[in-house]
């Protein structure tokens, strides 16, 4: 929403000065509100949807085979199925800075509510036992990733790669129309110095200290 907005508002800009206006930047507040409508409903639906799947809040949905319904998953797989906890697993072997209270509270980080100690204890024991001996730690650990994951622990830890979210298309694409704009202003010479970069337009200091405390 807000790259569409600050998109119009520099092909606003652009216009004015094109027209001989000295003042280009200057708008008022129903002038502001219009151009907020506009950019909301140039908001395609698939974007909303991928913000809504990137907070990560929404339950899961499988369709149907004629696309007309969603069913919530009603499935919730172990808690011990979490790649990533495997990966902490892995790294209270492999470092000598992970102390095991360390490796609790970062279990407990990422399962959350789902993090129980007792689900954890045999695994955090083998590696204990091992005393330092990692494939003798990794050989008792293989038991369980065999069963949960069919592979070892090793495997595992290097088909593992973090998924990074895809930035939305119609968000790329405005971000290269918001760039194309602002690269014509400063041709208009209605720029002065550097202009500020996308994540600086779109996520103003300003924005940041709203409800911040002195």
Not at 160 to 169: E, K, L, R
């Amino acid at each position: 929403l807000k790259a569409l907005y600050q998109k119009a508002f520099c092909l606003w800009a652009i216009d004015l000065d094109e027209a001989g206006e000295a003042e280009i930047y200057k708008i008022n507040l129903l002038e502001a509100m219009m151009m907020v409508m506009e950019a909301w409903n140039n908001v395609q639906s698939t974007t909303i949807v991928n913000c809504w799947n990137h907070t990560k809040i929404q339950p899961e949905v499988n369709n149907d085979i004629h696309g007309s319904a969603h069913h919530i998953m009603t499935s919730h797989p172990s808690p011990m199925a979490d790649i990533n906890a495997w990966m902490v697993i892995h790294t209270f072997i492999m470092s000598d800075e992970l102390s095991l209270p360390g490796a609790e509270c970062q279990l407990h980080n990422i399962l959350g509510d789902c993090y129980l100690a007792t689900d954890w204890d045999l695994v955090l024991k083998v590696v204990m036992d091992a005393d330092n001996n990692i494939t003798r730690a990794l050989e008792g650990l293989n038991t369980f990733t065999l069963r949960i994951f069919s592979c070892d622990l090793t495997q595992l830890t290097h088909s593992h790669t973090p998924q990074v979210p895809a930035t939305p298309m119609q968000l790329s694409n405005v971000e290269q129309d918001l760039s194309t704009a602002v690269d014509n202003l400063k041709q208009h010479r209605q720029i002065i110095g550097m202009p500020l970069t996308l994540d600086e337009m779109l996520n103003p200091v300003e924005e940041e200290e709203v409800g911040c405390t002195v």
